[in-house]
């Protein structure tokens, strides 16, 4: 029998959790690696991560802070979908953690960028 993963108390755990280098500004700590994946993002104070397509479907859950996309800005509570075949580019002016799901790796769509989609 699979076991379910609880952590309790999630926010006030993040200082304890592992976090790694993800995106320039954005550290990652994966709760679940493959398909689907499931991590917290823990975003600096102004850091960005490039225009990218959705290949899945992606949930976002802000746990802390406010995160922005080209749609708005999304303050701790706010739950976001973004449908397979979405693009956009996501960044935090505040810094911001949260809790992140992907279906299936991201496509950025900057040729030019020297980052390569993330091993989910």
Known sequence: MIEPLVIPDL???FTDLHFEPFRDGVDI??????????A???Y???ARVPRHRHTGLESILVLEGEQSDERGT???GSFVLNPEGSSHSVWSETGCV??????RPVEFL???SDQEPADF
């Open 11 to 13: 926010p006030s755990r």
């Open 29 to 38: 700590h994966y709760v679940k690696r493959g398909a689907p994946a499931v």
């Open 40 to 42: 917290l993002l823990r």
């Open 44 to 46: 600096a104070p102004g």
């Open 74 to 76: 999304y303050p701790a």
């Open 98 to 103: 949260v809790l992140i799901q992907w279906e």
């Open 110 to 112: 900057n040729k030019d």
